[in-house]
């Protein structure tokens, strides 16, 4: 579990870029130098992340972490990787409220490193992944609508409607329809060194009902518990009603914090623009927001709340 901690937090402390970038970073660090789990594994993990609501390389980080160490490895995981920016976001809460740094020079370059960075996986997993004109041609039909119809549903009706083509096309290592000859070689699947570590049947539906009971429960909870409640219930649902992750779930996190005057548009868009320069998630910009809003909680007990709240639909749903 050290090693799956390690790993992640050297991920926390240098993934610039956001979730698109991420999987560049994870791919070299965990297919690559790691080798914990070939390209095919990876390119499941992806599309599963992608998938679930919530912030999707942390999901990804979670998965990884999970298959080689359990449930406790997932934890460690997602510790690590959340842990350096999450630091950082709290400690601007407390002390400046009122720093915008969304137009600053240095964060518009990390930017453009990033689009490298994707770059770089997109074409790395897509030699492996798409070995035949068949898959590719799935692959840029899938890229054109998500680019003309950019909207979180749509990307959940991308990934539903590329399983069922798959599933009813293609066989693995194999172009349908294509002689035997010109059959391109499924990926070489590298074997897990300590095996994949499950996640037990019964622990797995017990999360999903936990899931489904918070989701359901918080709301009416709302008034017992007082802001701490309030606080966490907004957050659950960010994490758990958001798809595609990322800048996606900006607009939710307004209409629950903003709107109520918990806090002021000012200090969410320099907390916004201050996210855009650290590594790791977007996701524990969240952690920012409990840390500079009102009424109490707020500073460093805010931040861990939101922080909690927002990240725990991703461990239930990948468990």
Not at 71 to 93: H, N
Request: no cysteine; glycine share 14%.
């Amino acid at each position: 579990m050290g090693e799956v901690f390690g790993a992640a937090l050297r991920l926390g402390l240098t993934s610039f870029g956001g979730p698109a970038a991420h999987l560049g970073y994870f791919r070299r660090e965990y297919v690559e130098r790691r080798r914990w789990l070939d390209d095919a594994a990876f390119g499941d993990l992806v599309s599963l992340s992608q998938f679930l609501p919530g912030p999707g390389s942390t999901q990804l980080t979670i998965a990884i972490g999970t298959g080689r160490a359990g449930m406790w490895g997932g934890l460690a995981a997602w510790l690590g990787f959340t842990a350096p920016s999450a630091i950082v976001m709290i400690a601007l809460g407390l002390v400046a409220t009122s720093v915008d740094l969304s137009g600053a020079g240095w964060v518009h370059g990390l930017k453009l490193a990033a689009v490298a960075v994707v770059a770089q996986a997109v074409l790395a997993m897509g030699r492996t992944l798409a070995p035949d004109w068949q898959r590719r041609g799935m692959a840029v039909v899938a890229a054109v609508i998500a680019l003309l119809v950019a909207t979180p549903m749509t990307q959940v009706v991308l990934i539903v409607a590329g399983g069922v083509v798959g599933m009813l096309l293609l066989r693995p290592g194999e172009a349908a329809g294509a002689p035997a000859s010109d059959r391109a070689p499924a990926p070489d699947r590298a074997p897990a060194p300590d095996g994949v570590h499950r996640v037990p049947l019964r622990a797995g539906v017990l999360a999903l009902v936990l899931f489904a009971v918070l989701l359901a429960g918080l709301p009416l909870a709302r008034g017992l518990g007082g802001h701490a409640t309030e606080l966490f219930d907004s957050f659950y649902r960010s994490g758990a009603l958001v798809f595609g992750g990322g800048h996606v779930v900006l607009p939710l996190l307004h209409a629950n914090v903003v709107d109520p005057g918990w806090v002021s548009d000012g200090a969410f868009l320099a907390g916004y623009g201050a996210s855009q320069a650290v590594p790791g998630p977007l996701f524990t910009f969240a952690a920012y927001l409990g840390a500079v809003g009102q009424p109490a909680p707020s500073g460093v007990v805010g931040g861990l709340i939101a922080l909690v709240a927002i990240f725990l639909p991703s461990f239930l749903l990948v468990f």
